[in-house]
Nanobody
Framework: QVQLVESGGGLVQAGDSLRLSCVAS????????MGWFRQAPGKEREFVAR?????SYADSVKGRFTISRDNVKNTVYLQMNSLKPEDTAVYYC?????????????WGQGTQVTVSS
C-alpha cells in the first residue's frame, strides 16, 4: 500500500520561503515520477512541478520553486522561494508508477500554504 505524507506548509508573508516535504512509503521513488500540485479555494487543482527523467514547472512558479528528491529517504521536496499571495493553496504531492510517464496513481492528503500580503 502506497502512502504519501506531506508536511512543511504554513502561514508566511509575501517574499518568504517554505520547503514542503513528501515522504513515500510502500514504493520506491527511484522508479516513480513525482509531482506537486495545488488547489486554491474555488479553483481547480493545477500542476506545479514534476520530477521524473528531468524536472519541469508551471510557468507561474518557474524560477521560484524547485522540486528535488532524495531516493534514499524516499522523499520529494518542493522548495518555494519568493512566495506570493497567489501561491496560497493546498499543496499535494503525487506519485506515478512509471518514471517516464506523466500519470499519477497515488496522492497525499495535502498541506496548506497561506501567503499573506
Amino acid at each position: 500500500q502506497v502512502q504519501l505524507v506531506e508536511s512543511g506548509g504554513g502561514l508566511v508573508q509575501a517574499g518568504d520561503s517554505l520547503r514542503l516535504s513528501c515522504v513515500a512509503s510502500g514504493r520506491t521513488l527511484s522508479t516513480s515520477i513525482m509531482g506537486w500540485f495545488r488547489q486554491a479555494p474555488g479553483k481547480e487543482r493545477e500542476f506545479v512541478a514534476r520530477n521524473g527523467i528531468g524536472s519541469s514547472y508551471a510557468d507561474s512558479v518557474k524560477g521560484r520553486f524547485t522540486i528535488s528528491r532524495d531516493n534514499v529517504k524516499n522523499t520529494v521536496y518542493l522548495q518555494m522561494n519568493s512566495l506570493k499571495p497567489e501561491d496560497t493553496a493546498v499543496y499535494y504531492c503525487a506519485l506515478g508508477k512509471f518514471i517516464a510517464s506523466d500519470q499519477y496513481h497515488y496522492w497525499g492528503q495535502g498541506t496548506q500554504v497561506t501567503v499573506s500580503s
